[in-house]
């Protein structure tokens, strides 16, 4: 067998990471979110007013992107999709954002990016119920992704909860910082706080299990994008116009944080990351999206201790390290999976008149593919069994 070239090592190495990359994109993007938002919205900026900008400035970036590279891709719009678009739009840019920003106005960007760690239970316990993610708990792959799941909520706990003595880090070390955002908050507040960002992340648990439904039957991420972005503003307006009846000056924009904010959140974190997450979806599915969603507190505690030498807990590093290990054991358990879809829809591609009888086994979590070929009136068949432990 040939040995491969460095530069195909290399291009073998990127195809496969390339999801990985991917989601860690979008983590960094949406914690750099948190930070700007917060500013902007304690600079008085209206949250109904945001999410509508917001869209408004991803709709006008995607557009032109999808009509001209989703020309030849894009499906014919029924009913039933355009009804599934409309719930896309209502679930993630109007009910999610706007009762995240109402938590996240009542609390810290700390608390907040801390809360929707809940995202990857929610969003595994809805594609099992919606059969999207296959569990089998006698196997050890599906038990991977159960305790990696409930390992990240609760690193994701232990990060927020548990403060312990501080680090000094060598790069804040006699380094202080009047400015230091605080995770204290009012005990009401913080409760109001915690209850619409869980009622938000269930929100858009249901939009990422309902894009990746949507994708098998409009499979044009651009398209679909687009499409969320316009009908996000348009049913986003008609909250902003209830809730701010009456208030016009809500509707300015000022040269200040409040234009960079709902730029930079429209571009990267509602266009961008609508995009880069269905294709993600169409191949990993959407626990493997979420299963990441833990990251960006992780990201938001090294930014938060370099730029603005926030102090650091021991509660904050155990808790990143429990994250860690539980995101490897979903990510593994995820790889299985990919590894048994590969194979099927390999063996299907050369042999299409082939039968597959897929058998689990209780004790070894094997899968035993049976190969039913005719070939000149004789059936020749052949056993592949491969080992997913």
Not at 164 to 178: A, C, D, Q, R, V
């Amino acid at each position: 067998m040939n040995k491969l070239t460095f530069s195909e090592r290399m291009s073998e190495f990127f195809k496969k990471g390339k999801p990985f990359f991917a989601v860690i994109f979008l983590q960094f993007g949406l914690a750099g979110m948190d930070i700007i938002s917060k500013v902007a919205l304690n600079e008085g900026m209206s949250n109904y007013v945001f999410v509508v900008y917001r869209h408004a400035a991803a709709f006008i970036v995607m557009a032109p992107f999808a009509i001209v590279l989703d020309k030849k891709i894009r499906p014919k719009m029924t009913i039933s999709t355009f009804v599934k678009l409309m719930a896309l739009a209502l679930l993630e840019p109007v009910i999610d954002q706007n009762l995240y920003i109402l938590g996240l106005k009542a609390t810290t960007a700390t608390f907040a990016v801390s809360m929707c760690n809940v995202l990857p239970a929610i969003t595994f316990v809805i594609a099992c119920i919606l059969r999207l993610e296959v569990v089998n708990l006698k196997c050890i792959r599906s038990q991977a992704k159960v305790i990696g799941t409930l390992t990240t909520v609760a690193g994701a706990m232990l990060m927020t909860l548990v403060k312990g003595p501080m680090i000094e880090l060598f790069w804040t070390k006699g380094k202080t910082n009047s400015n230091v955002v605080h995770n204290g908050v009012d005990l009401h507040h913080s409760l109001k706080g915690a209850f619409m960002i869980t009622v938000g992340c269930f929100s858009w648990s249901c939009f990422m299990v309902l894009q990746a439904i949507t994708l098998k039957s409009y499979p044009a991420e651009l398209s679909l994008t687009a499409w969320i972005c316009l009908l996000g503003t348009v049913e986003g307006a008609i909250v902003a116009l209830v809730m701010e009846r009456g208030n016009t000056a809500v509707w300015a924009i000022k040269w200040d944080t409040t234009l960079l904010a709902t730029l930079y959140s429209g571009i990267i974190c509602s266009g961008l990351a609508y995009y880069i997450q269905g294709i993600i979806m169409k191949e990993r599915g959407p626990v493997f999206v979420t299963a990441f969603n833990p990251l960006s507190m992780i990201i938001v505690a090294i930014i938060g201790s370099i730029i603005l030498a926030e102090q650091t807990y021991l509660g904050r590093v155990l808790g990143a390290l429990v994250i860690v290990a539980g995101l490897y054991l979903v990510v593994w358990g995820k790889s299985k999976d990919h590894k048994l879809s590969s194979v099927i829809i390999g063996e299907e591609q050369i042999v299409p008149e082939k039968k597959i009888i897929d058998k689990v086994s209780e004790e070894n979590c094997c899968h035993e593919v049976i190969t039913i070929k005719a070939t000149n009136g004789v059936l020749d068949k052949h056993n592949q069994t491969a080992d997913l432990s």
